[in-house]
């Protein structure tokens, strides 16, 4: 079973420990990104703010910390900020008992984890989020690991998330590979010295996931794992 997000007492993963392979959640393994889209939108519109769901939708795969930068700027005043992010955690809880993984996403984890890699989420979900994440991908025996955005203090595009599942795995950058959905994870993983991968499914184009550093993007996690031993997750580095 994987560590508890968040949980301090978790140490690096064992020294036998030799590839990574580090995967974004929301809209890369769950279908949650136009459900966090109708959630901040609405948060957003009770506190008078009005955005267009278009520029919310880009911004999905940000922690709550740079999301409400880039959607009101930097130089508002931040009194408000721990209202709209209640607001939107209280609209977003509704959709937890109808959280489903996309197509794949179980089995890749799996597939990941028995061809040698430890598998680590790297989420910019919040705790109890991801929990609730992990139960639904229903691939406790797989998971190794999990980060979340509380357990660190800025979250993707920088690279603190990417670093803290690198301590959880205990392997170096170069031994690891993320796979993410949107532009932030692409940009996080580069900052942070880690290959990256990119899937389709978060809405983002093949051309822009490719800009923010992603060597080759899939269609879906499904076809990810139909082409695992035509991809770099194909095996884990050599131990030598």
């Known amino acids: 079973m994987p560590e508890s997000p968040g949980d301090d007492a978790a ?14 959640v929301d809209g890369t393994l769950m279908d949650t990104v136009y459900l966090h889209t109708v959630a901040w ?18 911004s999905i795969g940000m922690g709550s910390d740079h999301l409400l930068d880039a959607l009101l ?23 937890w008992s109808r ?30 989020e991801a929990e609730v994440m992990i139960r639904a991908l229903d691939a406790g025996d ?5 980060t979340t955005a509380s357990d660190v203090s800025s979250s993707k595009p920088a690279p603190d998330l990417v670093e803290q599942a690198l301590d959880k795995a205990g392997v170096p950058a170069e031994h690891a590979v993320f796979v993410g959905d949107a532009a932030w ?14 899937v389709l499914t978060g809405g983002w184009t093949r051309q822009e996931l490719h800009e ?5 993007v899939y269609d879906s996690p499904a076809e990810l794992l139909t082409r695992l031993d035509d991809s770099v997750l194909a095996a ?4 030598a």
């Open 236 to 239: 884990p580095p050599d131990r």
């Open 212 to 216: 923010s550093g992603m060597e080759t």
């Open 41 to 58: 939108s609405e948060a957003l519109r009770q506190q008078g703010a009005q955005v267009a769901m278009a520029r919310i939708h880009r």
């Open 73 to 95: 700027g930097e130089e508002r005043d931040h009194g408000g900020d721990a209202a709209l992010s209640a607001a939107h955690d209280t609209l977003y809880a509704q959709y």
């Open 99 to 128: 959280l489903a993984p996309l197509p794949g996403a179980h089995d890749l984890l799996r597939a990941c984890a028995a061809r040698g890699w430890r598998v680590v989420l790297a989420s910019s979900a919040k705790k109890n």
């Open 11 to 24: 140490g690096p993963a064992s020294s036998d420990a030799v590839g990574a392979v580090l995967f974004d």
């Open 185 to 198: 994870d692409g940009q996080a993983a580069r900052r942070a010295g880690v290959r990256c991968l990119g």
């Open 142 to 146: 797989a998971i190794a690991a999990v």
